[in-house]
Structure formats: structure tokens, C-alpha cells
């Protein structure tokens, strides 16, 4: 896990390729500052609803998690 906290930037969170990540905790909600999280490659079967509370997120990467098999509105609304 990689994790960095830039003033300029906010916080980044990159899990990335970790095949033992199953699930995404509610409590990321409470990372206010988070503008951008790569859990590509990881083994997600979903994305917690919460997410869609992150207003600094700006890149979120889910490629290739081939158990998510659906994203919630409030994510897919992010632009």
C-alpha cells in the first residue's frame, strides 16, 4: 500500500495489483482530502456507497477487478 499526502495535491491511496483486497471500507468516506485511489487489479465485487461523498476525488481506478460487477450511482455520477 502506498499512501501520500501532498498539500497541493490531497491524499493518495494506491492498492493497486493486491489480489487479498476484497472490499473497500465505508470509513473511506472520511478521507476528506482524497483526490485519488487506484484499486485497479485488486479482487473488488463492489465499491461502497460512501465513495460518492468524496468531493476531492478525482481519479478513482477500478480497472481490471474482474468480480465488480456494479458500481453505484453516486460513482458513476462523478465527473
Same mark, same amino acid.
Given at each position: 500500500?502506498? !499512501?501520500?499526502?501532498?498539500?497541493?495535491?490531497?491524499?493518495?491511496?494506491?492498492?493497486?495489483?493486491?489480489?487479498?483486497?476484497?472490499?473497500?471500507?465505508?470509513?473511506?468516506?472520511?478521507?476528506?482530502?482524497?483526490?485519488?485511489?487506484?484499486?485497479?487489479?485488486?479482487?473488488?465485487?463492489?465499491? =461502497?456507497?460512501? !465513495?460518492?461523498?468524496?468531493?476531492?476525488?478525482?481519479?478513482?481506478?477500478?480497472?481490471?477487478?474482474?468480480?465488480?460487477?456494479?458500481? =453505484?450511482?453516486?460513482?458513476?455520477?462523478?465527473?
Amino acid at each position: 500500500m502506498c !499512501m501520500s499526502r501532498n498539500k497541493a495535491i490531497g491524499e493518495v491511496v494506491i492498492l493497486k495489483d493486491n489480489k487479498r483486497l476484497v472490499k473497500v471500507r465505508e470509513c473511506i468516506q472520511e478521507m476528506k482530502s482524497l483526490t485519488r485511489l487506484d484499486v485497479g487489479g485488486c479482487d473488488l465485487d463492489c465499491v =461502497p456507497e460512501g !465513495m460518492g461523498r468524496l468531493e476531492k476525488l478525482y481519479r478513482l481506478i477500478l480497472k481490471d477487478n474482474k468480480r465488480l460487477v456494479k458500481v =453505484p450511482e453516486c460513482i458513476k455520477q462523478m465527473t
